[in-house]
């Protein structure tokens, strides 16, 4: 039950993909006053005809927040937007105010940032945000890093838009980040497996075999029924024959391998993920691949393609 010793009103910059989902589901439960802003209007004019305060500037989500501790949501793209909004709301917030970034930002910006934000008295917390676009139906899981009081003043607006289940602090400033880092290299590792069986299937001993029938009947109870897999049915349905293979990545993959190397942890499937994207960025560009071929052709004679 919400108490005064928890928050009931919360800030909320970006209201992209993720964030304009998210403040929806906040308001659609309830009992949490929320002042949102967007860089461009029309996010923020939609959540407003839908109960929300809107601000015109990150100054104005501030001063639009009634309670003695003020909590502000930053949920932007992680590196240099990230770091002007967390700077401009260091200037704005007071000593116990709180400040969260839901961004997946690199952990090691998220410590630093901890830092300057406990020099100022502002309490931070990191929540990497899983869940996608479709947790906008199912819920937001979220993995939290920052101080236990501060967790449990925001608590309620945890509440009003996670999963039971499916959100806690998991140490202390950073740790959300972090975890949400490795979440999205097994992520990256998963995908692969997948992609790769389902590639055997259609070029393998029994081309028969229906790849949507395979998906369909995989997610009800074999061992690898899961999210992912949903996706691939709901992909295998509407097609993928126009898309082309090209996967970007986002960051996490790459500073999760590069902190697995660090520590001398073994990250062989997830890291193999990672360089199969990269060898998709390239895709006919690949200049090492042409050196590979120009080698073959120079020691065995092997034909070329160009
Ligand atoms: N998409 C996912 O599945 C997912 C899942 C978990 C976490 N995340 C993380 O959540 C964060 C937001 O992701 P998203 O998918 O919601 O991104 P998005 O749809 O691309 O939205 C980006 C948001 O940031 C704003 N923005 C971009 N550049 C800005 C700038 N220079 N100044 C001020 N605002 C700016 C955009 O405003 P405009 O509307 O004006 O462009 C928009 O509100 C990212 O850190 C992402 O890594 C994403």
Not at 122 to 142: E, H, N, T
Request: aromatic share 6%; charged share 20%; hydrophobic share 40%.
């Amino acid at each position: 039950m919400t108490s005064s010793t928890q928050c009931t009103e919360l800030g909320f910059l970006g209201l992209g993909r993720m964030g304009g989902n998210m403040v929806e589901r906040i308001m659609h439960h309830g009992g949490i006053r929320v002042v949102v802003w967007n860089r461009s209007p029309e996010p923020a004019q939609r959540l407003e005809g839908m109960g929300a305060i809107r601000a015109e500037t990150p100054e104005q989500v501030v001063s639009l927040l009634n309670a003695p501790r003020k909590v502000v949501w930053l949920m932007l793209p992680a590196g240099d937007v990230t770091e002007e909004h967390f700077t401009k709301m260091c200037g704005l917030l007071g000593p116990g105010d709180v400040l969260i970034d839901g961004a997946n930002s690199h952990f090691r910006d998220t410590v630093r940032r901890h830092r300057i934000a406990a020099d100022l008295g502002i309490r931070m917390l990191d929540i990497g945000v899983s869940g996608g676009i479709i947790a906008a139906q199912r819920g937001y899981p979220l993995m939290a890093g920052g101080d236990r009081e501060t967790w449990e003043y925001v608590l309620p607006v945890i509440e009003s838009f996670g999963i039971d289940g499916g959100f806690a602090l998991l140490g202390p400033g950073g740790a959300g980040h972090y975890v949400k880092m490795v979440h999205n290299a097994i992520e990256y590792g998963m995908m692969e497996a997948i992609a790769e069986g389902f590639e055997l299937l259609r070029e393998g001993s029994f081309p028969e075999v229906d790849l949507s029938e395979v998906a369909h009947l995989w997610n009800h109870g074999t061992i690898v029924s899961s999210f992912l897999m949903e996706m691939v049915e709901q992909g295998l349905a509407t097609g993928v024959d126009d898309l082309l293979p090209h996967v970007d990545d986002s960051g996490e993959g790459r500073w999760a391998a590069q902190e697995a190397i660090d520590r001398k942890v073994p990250f062989g499937v997830n890291t193999l993920a990672l360089h199969k994207r990269f060898i998709s960025q390239r895709r006919e560009n690949d200049y090492g691949l042409k050196l590979v071929a120009a080698m073959r052709r120079a020691f065995g004679g092997h034909g070329v393609k160009r």
